[in-house]
T-cell receptor, first 112, second 117 residues
Framework: KNQVEQSPQSLIILEGKNCTLQ??????????LRWYKQDTGRGPVSLTI?????NTKSNGRYTATLDADTKQSSLHITASQLSDSASYIC???????????FGTGTRLTVIP | SAVISQKPSRDICQRGTSLTIQCQVD?????MFWYRQQPGQSLTLIAT?????????ESGFVIDKFPISRPNLTFSTLTVSNMSPEDSSIYLC??????????????FGPGTRLTVL
């Protein structure tokens, strides 16, 4: 069964600190993995998209890693800001299909 | 990229009524999708809006409840019919540009927040 699981479910950190969000998946055949940021009441916005051959990809203070062997990904946020408060959703795409498989997200709250 | 707008951004509706949500994209796209996001949950695909033909619905969603139109390559509507409080959700339009393959980038609209009383 194609599934995407994220941890932790929620996280509270102090402004300026770093954090790492986890994503495990069982989607097969694997095409790519994306991380989206979703602000409250808004649609998801893409942060990174990684294919099988990519181990790491950065977008500013966001760095995603992918281990296709263990089917795990992480999103590392450096020097967090209050505006980083949002839900972060891991989404995996299967080859040859238009369906995306969504994780339930990690709700990140950055406090002053 | 693709810029997507949705109307309305939010609405409060009475039980038994219907609401039509519009999705407009600033460029021609191959695929358009409608998702639902219930409170505290992740996104669930409702259907793929096909240009010039009937939409393709996912398991658990039917045309009578969620009729969809896609008259051209930049516009689609989703109607939530005979609404009940269980339909209270965020409804999101999503698109894949011409340049995306089956695993390519997918963009999401800002969503329509629906509350049914």
């Amino acid at each position: 069964k194609n599934q995407v699981e994220q941890s932790p479910q929620s996280l509270i950190i102090l402004e300026g600190k770093n954090c790492t969000l986890q994503c495990n998946y069982t989607v097969s055949p694997f095409s790519n993995l994306r991380w989206y940021k979703q602000d409250t009441g808004r649609g998801p916005v893409s942060l990174t998209i990684m294919t099988f051959s990519e181990n790491t990809k950065s977008n500013g203070r966001y760095t995603a890693t992918l281990d296709a062997d263990t089917k795990q990904s992480s999103l590392h946020i450096t020097a967090s800001q209050l505006s980083d408060s949002a839900s972060y959703i891991c989404v995996v795409s299967a080859s040859g299909a238009n369906n995306l498989f969504f994780g339930t997200g990690t709700r990140l709250t950055v406090i002053p | 990229s693709a810029v997507i707008s949705q109307k309305p951004s939010r609405d409060i509706c009475q039980r038994g009524t219907s609401l039509t949500i519009q999705c407009q994209v600033d460029s021609q796209v191959t695929m358009m999708f409608w998702y639902r996001q219930q409170p505290g949950q992740s996104l669930t695909l409702i259907a793929t809006a096909n240009q010039g033909s009937e939409a393709t619905y996912e398991s658990g969603f039917v045309i009578d409840k969620f009729p969809i139109s896609r008259p051209n390559l930049t516009f689609s509507t989703l109607t939530v019919s005979n609404m009940s409080p269980e339909d209270s959700s965020i409804y999101l339009c999503s698109v894949k540009p011409w340049t995306s393959g089956s695993g390519g980038e997918q963009f999401f609209g800002p969503g329509t927040r629906l509350t049914v009383l």
